[in-house]
């Protein structure tokens, strides 16, 4: 099955939105769905749907809301590119989606972005890499805790985002893993 | 779904075969001498002793998703115990082994660091399998065949229905593994340890659902 990607529009400009809902719905290679956000409650629904591209108008979110966002969710940024873009503001987004650009390009921007996105999501944190070191040296939830001077239920969060990475929710499997990704070495498995 | 097709005793097997050959390995656990020919479903099943009713019931459950409550009622819960029995058997003394030694032969010798922890893990799901039938054989099927001989009993199936557990889960991590994280150079043999899983997975989940879904309802009724 194919994933469906999110794309959100942030626009209160209706020829931007219907536009780039037009172009989107062209693109073939992902399955996408468009959002257009209410842009009132902009952050708020933001953080509520996850969208995996946000396409930004400058005018509607100021860059402080936007480093926010990221900080929240897995997100992607496209700033439309309407008007010339300060600096500040083109270095908290990821990218710009110029006026001009065709159905391909904005493709091939959205593809790459979706890809960033994704790798982030099945890459271990390098938290969550000691977390799956010390479950292959045998460590129970709370002595991980104690270990790494965090809370059981800390651990255990971590546990869940990693089991839902790598789709192995056993010691034994996580084990397997942290060996193929000398996250540990042998010797300290078998001790 | 396509619209499952049924079938009668006087259908001929080959055309059962034919028509869906998922069921091979069904007929696999039902130790089914093969060399059909013409014969029918109710001859084949008549010359292996099997009961035509339970195997039509099993058959569409598990190819149509069909539990056909008229059938039901005229199966014995004993020759569902015995198909189980059987597939326990086929499960842990054919294809189990058989994956193991296909799995041992498509390692990477590159791999060498990993591949012990590998058969390890394989060899746990199936100890752990093992306990989940033996207890089985030893609580859930006496208790059974006692209560349709009318003999006093001491389990109950109650007790079976809120034990009844996942046992597949550890084989679908392997695959996960193999698929995912398992680099090697020379994939062929893998691949078909692979498809050998990924049916190997579903079979113990048909095994499971005709535990929960057929065999528990028969019971029930017998009781009731």
Sequence with gaps: ?191 | MNHYIRFSPSDSMVDLVNYDFNIIPLLSRFSLPLGYKQNTIGDVCQQAGIDVNAFLLIIHYVLGGVNDENLRKNVKASDIVKFLANSHEYFLSYKFPHIRQNLLLALDDNQSMINPSIIEFFDEFVAKVKRHFRYEERHLFPYIIALEKGEPTTYDIDTFVKQHDDVSTPLSELKNIILRYYATSVPNKMYDVLVDIYNCEADIQSHADIEDDILVPIVTSMIS
């Design chain 1, 1 to 191: 099955m194919k994933t469906t990607y999110t794309i959100a529009i942030v626009t209160q400009s209706e020829i931007l939105k219907c536009g780039l809902e037009t172009m989107l719905s062209c693109i073939r290679s992902v399955n996408l769905r468009t959002v257009t956000i209410p842009t009132e409650r902009a952050y708020e629904s933001i953080i509520d749907i996850k969208p995996s591209v946000i396409l930004v108008d400058p005018l509607e979110l100021p860059s402080e809301e936007l480093v926010e966002i990221k900080q929240n969710i897995k997100t992607s940024i496209l700033a439309i590119g309407w008007s010339a873009i300060p600096d500040y503001y083109k270095k908290v987004v990821d990218g710009v989606v110029g006026m001009y650009d065709s159905v391909e390009k904005l493709s091939q921007v959205i593809s790459a972005e979706l890809k960033s996105v994704k790798a982030d999501e099945s890459d271990l944190t390098p938290r969550e890499q000691e977390i799956v070191a010390w479950v292959a040296k045998g460590k129970s939830n709370k002595q991980i805790a104690c270990e790494m001077n965090l809370a059981v239920n800390t651990v255990m969060t971590h546990r869940r985002n990693i089991a839902s990475k790598l789709h192995i929710h056993s010691s034994a499997g996580l084990t397997i893993f942290a060996l193929m990704n000398k996250l540990v070495s042998l010797e300290e498995v078998a001790k």
